[in-house]
């Protein structure tokens, strides 16, 4: 079922394209989960008014990994925001703007994201790598590649909530695994998913990167596996 989120996590629901999902973790540290497209700006603006907080406020951002629909916003509320951004070691140089995405992966998908980073203008803000096991404050880090290499889940287990990017998306009442498509390899999505599940401990909250929260996030995820 579509959750009702605990004090402390919000949603922000974009309407671009995908309608990518955005997420504001207040546990005495502001954290800001993914970032939208570039044209998602004014709706994250409006998001985090509405939780009384500004782009200054944020502590830190989580990406949980590097397309264009999950960075887009971050150049836009700089130089208000001022915060580290954390994302897996691979994906680091794209958001660094060290190195674009290649071309070939996932049937033409990772073009357009070539594209739109030739395009966008990326944050001038700390980049800091992750690896599996890592924890960033309260969220620990989960290596979930399949739909990009470095591809991660943030599980903060205070809040049983699971931030799960395009490992899997809300489609209803249920979760839907990244598909053929959108995924470098749906093999290592799949053992992914059951990875996570093997690792994790019932956490209530899954908070996918598209489609809507939902709870009983971890027998949903678990399902995926059956």
Do not use: Q
């Not at 287990?157 to 995924?183: K, T, V």
């Amino acid at each position: 079922m579509t959750a009702s989120l605990p004090d402390g996590l919000r949603h922000i629901d974009c309407r671009t394209r995908d309608k990518p999902n955005v997420y504001i973790v207040d546990d005495g540290t502001i954290t800001l989960v993914d970032a939208g497209w570039p044209g998602d700006e004014t709706t994250v603006r409006d998001g985090l008014r509405d939780a009384d907080i500004g782009p200054r406020d944020i502590d830190r951002v989580l990406l949980t990994h590097y397309d264009a629909d999950h960075v887009g916003t971050l150049s836009g509320l700089t130089p208000e925001l001022d915060a580290p951004v954390y994302v897996h070691r691979l994906e680091a140089p794209y958001v660094a703007g060290n190195r674009l995405p290649p071309w070939t992966a996932r049937h033409g998908i990772e073009a357009l994201h070539r594209l739109y980073y030739r395009r966008l203008t990326l944050p001038d803000l700390p980049i800091r790598s992750v690896e599996d096991g890592d924890t960033v404050g309260d969220f620990r880090v989960y290596h979930t590649p399949g739909h990009t290499p470095g591809h991660v889940v943030y599980l903060h287990e205070d809040l049983s909530a699971a931030f799960l990017g395009d490992l899997a998306y809300g489609l209803g009442d249920r979760l839907r695994p990244s598909g053929r498509i959108s995924s470098y390899d749906t093999g290592r999505v799949a053992d992914s998913i059951e990875s996570l599940c093997d690792r994790t401990e019932g956490f209530r909250y899954a908070c996918p990167g598209h489609g809507p929260p939902l709870e009983d996030g971890h027998d949903l995820l678990s399902s995926i596996v059956a």
